[in-house]
């Protein structure tokens, strides 16, 4: 059972660049999230997807995109990566609602350290 | 605009004393607040959750939620020095989301 896993943990690249984050789970769980962590400062949600099928925008989601694949994975992509990306990023799942409890826990993947040059 | 607050830090505890860490939010219909635990260059760990007034205890860490002053505050008794770290307190918004304070970085001085 190894959680929520993502790919890779470090990235260089240039401006104008593109690429795409994985994240994967292993815990049948309905929610994920992708969020950025800058230093100093908390988490900001990119997008979420509640549910299989799902997806919606979150805090600061100018420049991303997402794709729920499935229910186990669901991947960030930046079309044209700019410095003000540089980040590091996190991918969360959490149960969400199944047979009618809403579960709204969070569990986190290591990280993307994303640096933009 | 929903919004939780926390005191940044570094909040400075010798070993073996009370750590107290607090959170205040904006959302009076909230009704999930939880605390994580973030070490330097890690991920976001779950420490506890609570979703009543009161207090709950788990271990060395209490949590204590009161919803009519909309604060939520994390007790860890007999700090150590694997306590360093910067905690998150997080709060139940709308759509599955959780808004996230800033964190407070708490350092553990032996």
């Known amino acids: 059972n190894a959680g929520v896993t993502q790919t890779p943990k470090f990235q260089v690249l240039k401006t104008g660049q593109s690429m795409t984050l994985q994240c994967a789970q292993d815990m049948n769980h309905n929610s994920m999230y992708w969020y950025r962590q800058d230093p100093g400062m908390g988490l900001r949600l990119i997008y979420y997807?509640?549910?299989?099928?799902?997806?919606d925008k979150g805090e600061v989601p100018n420049g991303y995109n997402v794709s729920r694949l499935n229910k186990r994975e669901f991947s960030l992509r930046l079309e044209s990566a700019a410095p003000s990306q540089t980040s590091v990023y996190f991918c969360?799942?959490?149960?969400?609602?199944?047979?009618?409890?809403?579960?709204?826990?969070?569990?986190f993947g290591p990280g993307t350290r994303l640096t933009v040059l | 605009q929903k919004e939780v607050e926390q005191n940044s830090g570094p909040l400075s505890v010798p070993e073996g004393a009370i750590a107290s860490l607090n959170c205040t939010y904006s959302?009076?219909?909230?009704?999930?607040f939880f605390w994580y635990r973030q070490y330097s260059g890690k991920s976001p760990e779950l420490i506890m959750s609570?979703?009543s007034n009161g207090d709950k205890e788990d271990g060395r860490f209490t949590a204590q939620l009161n919803k009519a002053s909309q604060y939520v505050s994390l007790l860890i008794r007999d700090s150590q020095p694997s306590d360093s770290a910067t905690y998150l307190c997080?709060?139940?918004?709308?759509?599955?989301?959780?808004?996230w304070g800033a964190g407070t970085k708490l350092i553990i001085k032996p």
């Open positions: 609570i979703y």
């Open positions: 997080a709060v139940r918004g709308s759509n599955y989301q959780l808004i």
């Open positions: 969360a799942s959490s149960p969400g609602e199944q047979q009618g409890l809403t579960t709204d826990t969070q569990y």
């Open positions: 959302d009076r219909v909230s009704q999930s």
């Open positions: 997807s509640a549910s299989e099928g799902t997806t």
